[in-house]
């Protein structure tokens, strides 16, 4: 069993920054390619970043710049570097990791349960 736990989130003022980690607990082989997501009120979820397990990075238009994903294979955790924080980066973060078992193995995606982000002044 695998479980994703995002934490990190919180409100903080335009401009801010914050942190959010993902981190991966189990019987894990290892993990590749990490995404993380976000869902607005209202709003479709969306692709914010991405990080494969060689740490290859792509970024959504709205965050590039500005937020940073980074990982540390030893500890099974992927973070989320967001600065310069703005309003519309409110939403649920969630991350999303596909997960070996055993070397060679096929890949499962697992999703963790989501951390609220808030800027507002």
């Known amino acids: 069993q695998v479980r994703l736990v995002e934490s990190g989130g919180g409100l903080v003022q335009p401009g801010g920054s914050l942190r959010l980690s993902c981190a991966a607990s189990g019987n894990i082989f290892s993990i590749n390619t990490v995404a993380w997501y976000r869902q607005a009120p209202g709003k479709g979820r969306e692709l914010v970043a991405r990080i494969t397990r060689g740490s290859i990075t792509n970024y959504a238009d709205s965050v590039k710049g500005r937020f940073t994903v980074s990982r540390d294979n030893t500890r099974n955790t992927v973070y989320l570097q967001m600065n310069s924080l703005k309003p519309e980066d409110t939403a649920v973060y969630y991350c999303?990791?596909?997960?070996?078992?055993?070397?060679?193995?096929?890949?499962?995606?697992?999703g963790g349960q989501g951390t609220q982000v808030t800027v507002s002044s």
């Open positions: 999303n990791a596909a997960v070996q078992f055993r070397s060679s193995g096929p890949l499962y995606d697992y």
